[in-house]
């Protein structure tokens, strides 16, 4: 029986170390690096271009080429790694431990029995696996192996060599610090959260993003329509400057209004010279938004826009729009779980409060003969080894008690900040539904005035 639990014990920690071994081979991946082609943004300069694009184009090259995105969108994967490493806290662990011990000295027993030098050498050849489970329950299952041998007499030691085998386990099992799943688990609780909540910044990054996007977008169409305009009035105050030209030269009108005519035609030259301005302006920033600004093709591309806006009338109920946005905003959810964090680490905090008080056990079966095969064979449970016993520590000093209060204190804060978030979100969501309701009146006065 005991050879059998040997053999499944020796089955069991091949196979751990060989998962160990497959699971290091996971390669990393290589991220690319591509360099500055100045002379391609050159020869781009000097031809003309027309780029047409939508606003779907707009959206799919601001999340594509975005460095801010990529670099977002890694974060997820860091934290996943982090949890990874605070679960190899309770993974098992393959100790082998070889070592051989020479001793000579002066013998201490009779001159019947040993020689004047006593001599010895013993070889240890241990191997085991150790690791610590949820509750805080550290073990380690060895099998040690002995050999001794000496220039001692026979009459005085009967084996000599002789060679020992002893299966042994070893508990600790804290009582009071250090005992219970959440304080044990709570480095993986907490990474997982915080992976959570690195995706929630990688969602709220992409929807930021696409709001400037659509933004800039719609602002480059609004400064269009306004270049356009400035060119409308600045032609019809070209119309009545020939027009007055004409009604001077046959004095019908005085040089009075011909001057406020010309005044009023360097307006307009004035305006359009802005509105282009601002055109220009607008491009180069949805350029930069869409990343079309590191693309040497496409650079300096005179952007023609597919998508024109659509005035669609869409009444909001404003309570929804409230839960809503409590529902599914990343800010707001990723800010419970850093309020969940921040309850683990109170907890843990408050158990580091408590003295250590471990039980510590240890049982094994021991063997012996004058081969190594003999002291397998004689390994049962008759011939046993145990121990038991507490261990107790209590540490002096302040240190723990002003890290639990610190942990409070941050708790509190963000208590108070998360808090603040929701009266914030709600504050900007009757503003945005009243806003809502305003553009829209704007827009029907606009209308009835252009008509």
């Known amino acids: 029986m005991i050879k059998k639990i040997f053999c ?67 974060q997820p994967k860091l934290r996943a790694d982090d949890e990874r490493i605070a679960g190899a806290e309770f993974e098992p662990t393959f100790s082998l431990n070889y070592n051989i011990k020479d001793t000579k000295n002066i013998s201490q027993y009779s001159e019947y029995f040993t020689p004047d030098v006593s001599t010895s050498r013993t070889t240890n050849f241990n191997v ?16 040690l192996n002995k050999k001794y041998k000496s220039n001692a007499s026979r009459l005085y ?29 709570a480095d993986i609780i907490i990474s997982r959260n915080t992976k959570e ?31 356009a305009i400035a060119e409308l009035y600045l032609e019809r105050a070209q119309k009545l400057l020939e027009i007055n030209k004409a009604r001077y030269a046959k004095g019908l009108v005085s040089s009075v209004d011909l001057l406020e005519t010309e005044a009023a035609v360097a307006e307009r030259e004035k305006a359009v010279i802005t509105s282009e301005f601002d055109v220009e302006t607008a491009e180069d920033d949805l350029k930069y938004i869409t990343n079309l600004i590191d693309d040497p093709e496409v650079w300096n591309a005179s952007l023609e826009l597919i998508d024109k806006p659509k005035f669609i009338i869409q009444e909001i109920n404003l309570v929804q729009a409230i839960e809503v946005a409590f529902e599914f905003r990343p800010d707001y959810h990723s800010a419970k779980i850093d309020l969940e964090n921040r309850d683990i680490k109170v907890k843990v905090a408050r158990n580091a409060l408590l003295p250590t008080v471990d039980f ?92």
């Open 8 to 74: 499944l014990n020796l089955v069991f920690i091949f196979s751990i170390v060989q998962i160990g071994f497959a699971m290091g081979r996971r390669s990393p991946q290589q991220i690319e690096r591509r360099g500055f082609d100045k002379q391609a943004f050159i020869e781009s300069a000097k031809s003309e271009r027309v780029l047409r694009i939508g606003l779907v184009d707009c959206v799919a090259y601001s999340l594509k080429n975005n460095s801010e995105v990529k670099i977002e969108r890694i």
């Open 128 to 143: 085991g696996i150790g690791g610590k489970i949820v509750t805080g329950t550290e073990y380690n299952i060895d099998f």
């Open 157 to 185: 030691e009967k084996l000599n060599p002789y060679y020992t085998a002893e299966p042994k386990i070893t508990i600790t099992q804290p009582l009071f610090r250090g005992f219970g799943i959440l304080v044990n688990r």
């Open 197 to 227: 909540m690195s995706e929630d910044d990688f969602k709220n990054m992409v929807m930021d993003t696409i709001t400037k996007t659509q933004t800039a977008y719609y602002d480059y169409i609004y400064f269009l329509e306004q270049y």
């Open 360 to 451: 510590v056990g240890s049982y094994g079966v021991d063997g012996l003969g004058p081969k190594y095969k003999d002291a397998l064979n004689a390994v049962d449970t008759n011939y046993k080894d145990w121990s038991a016993g507490v261990k107790f520590s209590y540490p002096w000093g302040s240190g723990d008690r002003a890290r639990y209060d610190q942990r409070k204190l941050e708790r509190n804060q963000a208590l108070i900040a998360f808090d603040r978030l929701g009266q914030k979100i709600i504050l900007g969501i009757r503003e945005r539904v009243r806003d809502v309701g305003i553009q829209q009146r704007q827009v029907e006065v606009a209308t009835i005035a252009r008509e």
